[in-house]
């Protein structure tokens, strides 16, 4: 008896820590590829594509979670719905794509070789293209406004030094029309990315109206993701822009030392990636979870039709019936008067918070001006953070 | 024939000596042997001293540095002529911050940290001096009326407009610089304005809240008639000129430059410090207006240094100082590398420029010298005791 729960234990531990032990290699090695993407701006659209996947797997758990247990654990059961439970690996394809490039028993090792380059190329390829789709899409947007942002600080600074007094009333209400839009764009903008990342297909991103309807419906989430953005940004900016401004005092260093002061930086920006790359999981990851409850609170309160979901949502949410516990126990709110009053606050609110966000990028440029960076947010547009050329 | 001395002539001689007579009856004959003025103080006959604050915080290297600089005419025409110190740096000590406000109470007291915020402002304090100005020690040690010794400020840092006197027993506003600024002319035909009885209440409200804001950082603005004569006259002229419109007159640094050649014209200060500040608009990332106001004060430079030659109360008995308030940031990890609020290094590196009468010329210094030594030197070559500077006098300026 002793000896058969001896046995009993030991498989159960030699199993389990296989089982964890796997888990954390296989999490580590995709973390660290990523932060390896993370050091050249070519490569970023790479960590785009794969944050996109993960969003994709992130909502498809959420779903899971969502409904009941005994739903959830069929779902996870079936063979193609497995890889859902983990994070995406960098080789890893959709399930539709997979056969293609798994070798046959008859295969040589040359062949087996070359399938397996074909595969990662194929993924590598696919995480590129839609990591540019992403940033593309987010530019379309921003890009007018980010331009008349920029336009705003030039020649507002150029009428305060020129002192052309007959064209200072312009450049305020420039900037004061920039920003208001971009805290607009902001509001739309993690419902639309999620969507277009759960679908897999950019054109999604353009869904103005259902985007408008599923926002409507996680507005308190939409808050607190646009808090972690808000709090992030303001710990990038601190990292890349005012430690920068103050390397020499803070480290004491000698900037014509150059060999040491390089050293220092290097070290510096080193653990700013990595800081940077976790936060970014961070907020994908909630910014799908959002989007996937969002979803399902929208089709179960009537607002969003069983036709505006992608196809891919469809065969998860429908034909995996996960979305049928989860409409069983929904509740409609009993007051709308209520609903709609915590609605307009909350977007207020929100609104609020993606000023503040614009506030940061100002304040940073105060501190630390470079034009790039009226184009470009690390965590919106490309996961890159540039490192000024020592 | 008619006599030569006629009895008409022979009238005007008696009065002409005996006003000169009676009047020298009056004065003690220690006055006259000692060149002193009725008020008991020594009259100063020279050199006068324009110190060019070559303000905003400028680096090293887009002035003095042959290769890279901004500065042609200081460079290739007033440096040959006189001494350059290469290495003057503001002290690096806690708390010894490296801004206008601070770089200019330096210069003006010869000491570090003599001043307290006499007001709190949100990005900048209303400093005071603790220590004695050199005008107060200026004007304590000669007979100089009040409008023989300005402050040339610019348009963007009214709270720089406190400096012209320190907190000081023995010193104080009865010593002070008169400041020559725009907002000093803004307030004083406001305050004018405002003593009409036919002024509109719209007007008048206006005017009202105009003046106000230019109080918040303005410690001291006198009524019209407290200012000294000349100083009236001085900006009536300028009214007359440029009108009570901002869009006439020069505007930025140049402003500052017009109102310093309009005063060497019309008031002939004997001690005058002109306060540049445009290059400090590098702040919010515009690179060119870092190197555009660069140019703009040497341009200045230039137009006051012709006016001196040109002028003969001037040629041949004025000395030019050119010292920055403070340096800029030095750093390759900014693309726009010139902050100065930080107390980098570079930000602590700036130079000092000496030209004109007892002046050594083509001289260039390159041992460490410090900021607080220009009071100092100033004070040595004006002929006064300036008791609470610091700096030791740079003796290698002198011929």
Not at chain 2, 24 to 38: E, G, V, Y
Not at chain 2, 125 to 154: A, M, W
Not at chain 2, 312 to 333: H, W
């Amino acid at each position: 008896m002793t000896m058969m729960t001896t046995k009993f234990l030991q498989n159960f531990w030699t199993n389990k820590i296989v089982i964890i032990f796997k888990n954390i290699v296989r999490i580590l090695s995709v973390f660290f590829t990523g932060f390896l993407f993370c050091w050249l701006p070519l490569l970023a659209p790479l960590i785009s594509g794969w944050l996109g996947r993960h969003m994709r797997f992130a909502a498809v758990r959420t779903w899971a979670a969502s409904s009941d247990k005994e739903s959830k654990l069929i779902f996870f059961n079936n063979p193609s719905h497995a890889i859902y439970k983990y994070w995406p690996h960098w080789t890893t394809l959709g399930s539709e794509a997979q056969g293609e490039f798994i070798p046959a028993a008859n295969d040589t090792l040359i062949h087996k070789a070359f399938k397996w380059l074909k595969k990662i190329i194929y993924s590598l390829r696919s995480d590129y293209s839609s990591g540019l789709l992403i940033a593309f899409n987010v530019w379309l947007l921003t890009l007018p406004l980010s331009l008349l942002f920029f336009l705003g600080w030039q020649s507002g600074w150029e009428v305060s030094f020129t002192k052309s007094y007959e064209e200072g009333s312009y450049v305020p209400l420039l900037f004061i029309f920039s920003i208001s839009f971009l805290c607009f764009i902001m509001l739309y903008l993690p419902i639309a990315q999620a969507r277009q990342a759960v679908h897999g297909n950019w054109k999604s991103f353009f869904d103005f109206k259902t985007i408008a309807i599923i926002a409507r419906h996680v507005r308190f989430r939409l808050f607190v993701l646009s808090i972690l953005t808000l709090v992030s940004s303001v710990f990038l900016m601190i990292l890349t822009k005012i430690i920068p401004t103050l390397f020499e005092q803070i480290y004491d260093l000698d900037i014509h030392d150059r060999p040491h002061f390089n050293e220092v930086v290097s070290s510096h920006f080193f653990f700013t990636v990595l800081f940077f790359y976790i936060l970014l999981i961070i907020i994908k990851s909630m910014n799908a979870k959002v989007y996937a409850l969002g979803v399902m609170k929208a089709l179960a309160s009537g607002s969003l039709a069983l036709s505006s979901l992608g196809e891919f949502e469809r065969s998860i949410l429908i034909e995996n019936k996960l979305f049928e516990s989860f409409q069983k126990k929904y509740k409609h709110h009993p007051y709308r008067w209520l609903n709609r009053l915590a609605d307009y606050t909350l977007l207020f609110a929100t609104f609020g918070i993606w000023v503040s966000f614009i506030l940061v990028i100002i304040i940073g440029q105060f501190m630390n001006m470079n034009s790039q960076d009226w184009f470009y947010h690390p965590l919106l547009h490309l996961p890159y953070i540039s490192i000024s050329n020592l | 024939m008619s006599c030569l001395l006629s009895r008409r002539v022979f009238g005007q001689m008696l009065a002409s000596a005996s006003v000169f007579l009676g009047g020298q009856m009056f004065l003690p004959s220690a006055c006259l042997a000692q060149n002193i003025s009725s008020s008991g103080l020594k009259r100063y006959k020279g050199p006068n001293i324009i110190l060019i604050r070559y303000g905003g915080g400028v680096r090293r290297r887009e002035t003095i540095d042959p290769s890279h600089s901004f500065s042609p005419y200081m460079m290739n025409v007033l440096a040959p002529s006189g001494t350059l110190f290469s290495n003057m740096t503001i002290a690096q000590f806690r708390g010894n911050e490296t801004d206008h406000a601070q770089g200019t109470i330096n210069l003006l007291t010869g000491r570090y940290k003599a001043y307290r915020a006499e007001k709190k402002e949100t990005f900048a304090d209303i400093l005071q001096p603790t220590s004695p100005t050199l005008f107060e020690y200026f004007r304590k040690t000669y007979d100089i009326p009040v409008h023989e010794s300005l402050i040339i400020n610019g348009e963007d840092r009214l709270q720089d407009e406190s400096m012209n006197f320190a907190q000081h027993r023995a010193y104080g506003i009865n010593y002070r610089a008169e400041f020559l600024s725009y907002s000093k002319y803004k307030a004083y035909i406001i305050q004018r304005d405002l003593e009409r009885d036919d002024l509109e209440d719209g007007k008048r409200d206006e005017l009202i809240n105009t003046l106000a804001e230019l109080q918040i950082k303005n410690l001291t603005l006198p009524k019209p008639q407290d200012y000294p004569r000349p100083i009236q006259a001085f900006w009536e002229k300028w009214e007359r000129f440029y009108k009570d419109d901002k869009r006439l007159q020069p505007r930025g640094d140049r402003l500052s430059t017009e109102i310093a050649l309009w005063a060497l014209r019309e008031l002939q200060p004997k001690l005058m410090m002109v306060n540049y500040q445009d290059p400090d608009f590098v702040h919010f990332g515009i690179e060119s207006h870092y190197t555009r106001g660069i140019a703009e004060i040497d341009r200045g430079i230039q137009l006051i240094m012709r006016s001196v030659e040109t002028n003969p109360f001037y040629r041949e008995n004025t000395v030019v100082a050119i010292v920055p308030d403070c340096g800029r940031d030095d750093n390759p990890l900014m693309s726009i590398p010139y902050q100065h609020h930080f107390s980098s290094r570079s930000s602590h590196e700036i130079f000092a420029l000496f030209s004109g009468s007892g002046i050594a010329k083509n001289k260039i210094i390159t041992k460490e010298v410090d900021q607080i030594s220009v009071a100092a030197t100033l004070a040595k070559l004006m002929n006064f005791e300036a008791p609470f500077t610091e700096g030791p006098v740079l003796e290698e300026v002198l011929i």
